[in-house]
């Protein structure tokens, strides 16, 4: 791709004054604001849309480079009802990418949001966070020794030639253990750090060069917003950081101040034009690339074009209870039940009591328990056929007890491996996730969103949201009548539920001989300290 080095951004100094102005307008008793808080990203065109003309540049381009993305589907079976599909093959994608940006630019939360969705689509992906390697360091030095380590902004200073060296070393041991890791089998590890001198990058680059198949590309966050910079510091200083502990608000926010200075006096963007990198200005608003090649940098390039941080809530509904849902029947196209009618006229009080005068937009499947679920709602619609239910195939419109008496062996082996299984003429969960990509990259354009949709799919969605694992994501529960309200943040995602008294069927099938999955803890706080240190 074109290189593009000449982009201007206003100097940081400029938009750190006006980030202490607003920190100062900031009352003693005001709520920390939220980090995001931004309200005036404008759209990516049509172009950058899910499905739209780019993702198909970048899959067509890529096709050559992308080594058993998708796997083929396996020869059906005289007998039984399906089979196991294979697990992709990523063992040759290994990538070493770089953050680079000052603190408080949200590279952290760029660094999360593309573990997640990595992750998601069953890539080994792994952040190494220099900052909480530090603070690990320190905890386990204090424990041993009694010695407490300064890190406040004198640590940070580069006229301070002791601590410039400790944090040196600090990120080259992140990037041994990032390497180290890639070479077990990991696809891509996140190098969260500064990486804000020439200098640096330029260590990175030869130090990645030395192992063969492996790629370095580098991703630049860049804030010119001074209000998303005073709300990334208020965050910082009042979220427990164990750099702060025990001060003052007011004076963790002027030493953190201090230290973005310390930085700000040796920044240098990245203008090296034999570098692969990205930068992404005030997360979305301006995409620029250069040298970015391959399947996996390409998909990298395009999710991240796609994220903003506008406060915004998803909300996810299954249908009302369906006719088949009563009689214990899989897939078909069947309409509510009396229940699953009183549910779809009390949906509406319901989502308006949580949503206000917000602009909301509902997405439904194209069958009709989930269109007339959402019938009485007063909001546009839209209809998506990737939200349809998982395909049961030859066992659409059958009960358990039917499969598990004609297709014994099958039935026993889908319990054993549920996200590997793939209906005869039907699909997977792993095949669901495929078809899902697209709806996740718009879900990240969007803002305020209702679902209503499938038992299956709304686990693949939630399991993104919540990162959670394969194993688990077939046995999430996700109950009729309940609507689950998704509040996307920084680190993480809140979680609330609202449960309707109107009765319906249980549908939910725990995991056999095992424990059942447990919903995840509604945390979106950060980890300060290193898991392996």
Known sequence: MEDHNRTHFPPPEKDLTKAIGVIEDMTEDAPVPDITGRTDRENLPVIFGAGGPLLK????????????????????SVVGIGNKVAKPDYSEAKIVLAMVGL????????????????KWLEYDVQVFNVGQLRRSRARQKALQSGIREDHTSEYFSHNNVEATRAREKLSEDSLEMLINWLKKGGNVGIHDATNSTRRRRASIEERVKQEKGIQVIFLESVCNDPTVIAANIALKVSSGDPDYKDLPKEVAERDFIRRIKEYEAVYETITEPHLSYL??????????????????????????????????????SRHGESQFNVEGKIGGDAPLSPRGMEYARALPDLIRKHVGDAPLTVWTSTLQRTIQTAQDLPYPKLTWKSLDELDAGVCDGMTYEEIELAYPEDFANRDEDKFNYRYRGGESYRDVV???????????????????????????????????????LPYIKIPLHTVIKLTPKAYGCDEERYTLPIGAVDTHRPKPKAPQVSLPHANSAREYYAKDA
């Open 279 to 316: 930068r992404i200005t005030d997360v979305g608003n301006e995409v620029t690339l250069s040298r970015i090649n391959g399947y996996l940098q390409s998909r990298v390039a395009f999710y991240l074009m796609n994220l903003h941080v506008k406060p915004r809530n998803i909300f996810m």
């Open 103 to 118: 603190p408080a630019r949200g590279k952290s939360y760029l660094s999360n949001k593309l573990m997640r969705y990595l």
């Open 57 to 76: 540049q970048f899959d067509q381009s890529a096709a050559s480079s992308r080594k058993g993305s998708q796997a083929p589907t396996p020869p059906r």
């Open 434 to 472: 495929v078809r899902l990509e697209p709806v996740i990259m718009e879900l990240e354009r969007q803002e305020n969103i209702l679902i209503v949709g499938h038992q299956a799919i709304l686990r693949c969605l939630y399991a993104y949201f919540h990162d959670l694992s394969q194993d688990d």
